[in-house]
Every structure is written in structure tokens, then in C-alpha cells.
């Protein structure tokens, strides 16, 4: 979701007492060109405790700020993360200041401040449309969700599966898919099963958990693939892993058998025990049989 992406250029060796990097950050990130991006990767190492200094977020809030003082903008976005719980109005400000100097992160804060926190679909659905244009996946995979659904604006199924294909195009698992699912039953596209079928892998490849899920869904009952329940389980593992709790069940069922994946009574246990959480009385009955 909201977050920051840097390059950190770490100083090997000790560094001396004085001055303070907050004073200095070529201590810290020497080449990282001008001031305002040496004090942004030094947010970003106060922020991550890389570079050898401690975490701190006062620190990084600091550094950040005098970044996006002289106009670094993705500093302005990650200094409204930071102060976002404790001040939004501050936060949002910021977003708006990063999205009005084309910082595709800022656009996408603020979209989703409007979205959420402010029930503003249309301003929403510009701004995912403006991070979407500056390659900002999970922007495209958002509007594309708003056009499939006609939040914000007219709905536009079509339209709507150009911008999941954008995001999986970004590495957005989301994106790749729900064009997989649009696909699979000819929603706003020609039906194209195969192409479904690498579209939802993809998706799991990138870490989206509804897309393993379904994958394993496909290998239990052989649609579009041949049957297979050691793919099935593996498949399985991997959506209930990822926080698809309806993967979790067949996820135990695999660790407890040794189906495609390795057998283990513990993670059998962990997964049905989710599932169970999630209000799946099959999983419940079988934990309490489990030895």
C-alpha cells in the first residue's frame, strides 16, 4: 500500500562522531547526488535502519522534510506516511504537493485518501488515472477495478481490463489476476481460457493469493489443466500462506497427507486453524481430530 522505494549507497567503514548525518548525510549516502536526495536516502535509512544508524522515524521524519524543502518530492509522499496517524491534514497536504509535481506515489496516497477516508470516488478515480499514467501499478490495478465496478464514473468493462493488463504489464499480481478472471468468462474481452490460465500463474508468481487459489481450483477439478491434486496442494499452500483463509483447508489437507508439498503435521495444523478462524467448520471438526 503506501510505503517507500529507494536506493540506499551505503559508506563502508566507521564514521566519525561529528557531525551528526542529520547535518551531514554525505556521512551516510556521499554519492547520492544533490542535497535534497542525500537527505531523502538518509530518511530512508533512519526510516529502515540500514546504513548503520538506528530506527528512527523522528529522525527520517526529519530528514524528509528538509528533502522535500527543496522540492524532492517522493520525500514529501514518505514523510506524509509518517505523519499520516498522528496529523492527516498535514499528510494529505503533502500527497497533494508530491501529486501536483507529477510524483506518482503521492497521486496514489491521495487517491486512496479520497477514496477511503473522504467517499470522493470521482477525485479518486482521476488521481489512480494520474499515477496510473506515470507506470504506478497498483494505481492501474485500482482504476481498473473503479471502471470494472463504474465507481467514480461510467462503467467500462473494456477499459477496465486495459488497465489490469497495465498493472500486470507494472508487476502487480492484482492486476494480472483479475484480467485472468475477465478472461476466463469473456467479461469486456473475447474469452481466451489459456491466456487466463498464464495470466492467473503470473498473478501467483507475483505474490497475489486469490490467483493461487484459484490455480489450485483449477488443478483439483482439471479445468483448462490436467488434474492434478500434488499441483492442487502446492497451489493451495501458497494462497492460504499468502492470507486467502479459503485456500486453507486444502492447504492442511496437503501438509497433512504430504500432497505436493512436504508433510508436516505443524503447518497442517497452522492452516486448518486459520481456516477455522475464518468461519470454515470442516477445518474446525479437523483440527480437534488432529493427533
Known amino acids: 500500500m503506501r510505503g517507500l522505494v529507494a536506493l540506499l549507497m551505503v559508506l563502508g567503514g566507521c564514521a566519525s562522531a561529528a557531525p551528526a548525518p542529520d547535518d551531514d548525510p554525505?556521512?551516510?549516502?556521499?554519492?547520492?547526488?544533490?542535497?535534497?536526495?542525500?537527505?531523502?536516502?538518509?530518511?530512508?535509512?533512519?526510516?529502515?535502519?540500514?546504513?548503520?544508524?538506528t530506527k528512527s522515524p523522528q529522525q527520517a521524519a526529519r530528514a524528509y522534510a528538509k528533502a522535500c524543502d527543496v522540492g524532492h518530492l517522493r520525500a514529501c509522499t514518505?514523510?506524509?506516511v509518517l505523519v499520516e496517524a498522528a496529523s492527516p491534514p498535514e499528510a494529505h497536504s503533502l500527497y497533494r504537493k508530491a501529486c501536483d509535481g507529477g510524483e506518482a506515489e503521492g497521486c496514489y496516497n491521495l487517491a486512496l485518501v479520497h477514496e477511503a477516508d473522504a467517499g470522493d470516488a470521482t477525485q479518486a478515480r482521476a488521481l489512480f488515472k494520474r499515477?496510473?499514467?506515470?507506470?504506478?501499478?497498483?494505481?492501474?490495478?485500482?482504476?481498473?477495478?473503479?471502471?470494472?465496478n463504474g465507481a467514480g464514473g461510467p462503467q467500462d468493462q473494456a477499459a477496465a481490463a486495459t488497465h489490469f493488463a497495465r498493472a500486470c504489464e507494472l508487476n502487480d499480481g492484482g492486476g494480472c489476476y483479475n484480467l485472468g478472471q475477465m478472461l476466463a468468462v469473456g467479461?469486456?474481452?473475447?474469452?481466451?481460457?489459456?491466456?487466463?490460465?498464464?495470466?492467473?500463474?503470473?498473478?501467483?508468481?507475483?505474490?497475489?493469493?486469490?490467483?493461487?487459489?484459484?490455480?489450485?481450483?483449477r488443478y483439483l477439478h482439471g479445468h483448462g489443466v490436467e488434474k492434478s491434486i500434488g499441483s492442487a496442494g502446492a497451489y493451495s499452500v501458497r494462497g492460504c500462506d499468502g492470507g486467502d483463509t479459503r485456500a486453507c483447508f486444502m492447504a492442511g489437507s496437503a501438509h497433512f497427507k504430504g500432497v505436493g508439498v512436504d508433510k508436516d503435521i505443524a503447518r497442517a495444523r497452522v492452516a486448518f486453524k486459520r481456516a477455522c478462524d475464518a468461519g470454515d467448520t470442516r477445518s474446525c471438526e479437523t483440527l480437534k481430530a488432529l493427533p
Open 26 to 53: 554525505t556521512l551516510v549516502v556521499p554519492d547520492a547526488g544533490s542535497p535534497g536526495e542525500r537527505h531523502y536516502q538518509l530518511g530512508v535509512a533512519y526510516e529502515t535502519g540500514q546504513a548503520g544508524l
Open 78 to 80: 514518505n514523510l506524509g
Open 131 to 148: 499515477a496510473c499514467e506515470s507506470k504506478h501499478g497498483p494505481a492501474c490495478y485500482n482504476l481498473g477495478a473503479m471502471l470494472f
Open 187 to 217: 467479461a469486456g474481452v473475447a474469452k481466451d481460457d489459456p491466456r487466463a490460465i498464464a495470466l492467473t500463474k503470473q498473478g501467483c508468481e507475483l505474490k497475489m493469493p486469490l490467483a493461487c487459489t484459484a490455480m489450485a481450483a
